[in-house]
């Protein structure tokens, strides 16, 4: 079985902004009037993924999980769904401690493909499968 992990900003949507925490953790950075734009790359892999049907998709993003719903209904006008939402649900913003927290739920998984514009999680990521000697790990840097 094959996970596959979305990061949302700069990898699913160009953000019309600056990055900085104390703006994107709020529910008014994801206002669809913003003018976000989808990165194709990414949307087009997703699709394939979709129909490939052969694993989970997830969103892994260091969003706060307060804004959950916000990037929801804006993943959902631009055609994305995900079978689940890893967003920070505390003060931890390691997507490889996240990433753990998956494969527990997903012991059957022997391929992860991940989708990321940040050397940084994807150097956590990278280091936290290590773990998982038995599982591929195919990163796809956008951007």
Not at 67 to 92: A, C, M, R, S
Not at 117 to 123: G, Q
Request: hydrophobic fraction near 30%.
């Amino acid at each position: 079985m094959t996970i596959y992990l979305f990061d949302f900003d700069n990898t699913i949507v160009k953000l019309p902004y600056p990055e900085t925490y104390d703006y994107m953790d709020t529910p008014e950075s994801l206002e669809p009037s913003l003018g976000f734009k989808l990165i194709k790359r990414t949307q087009v892999d997703y699709q394939n993924a979709v129909q490939k049907n052969n694993g989970p998709l997830f969103l892994l993003s260091n969003r706060l999980i307060k804004v959950k719903d916000p990037i929801k209904q804006l993943l959902k006008t631009f055609g994305y769904k995900f079978d689940g939402h890893y967003l920070i649900d505390n003060e931890d913003r390691n997507k490889g401690t996240r990433l753990k927290k998956i494969l527990e739920k997903y012991p059957g998984c022997n391929h992860i493909k991940y989708w990321e514009d940040k050397d940084k999680h994807i150097d956590s990521v990278t280091e936290a499968m290590k773990d998982y000697p038995e599982i591929k790990l195919e990163v796809i840097k956008t951007i």
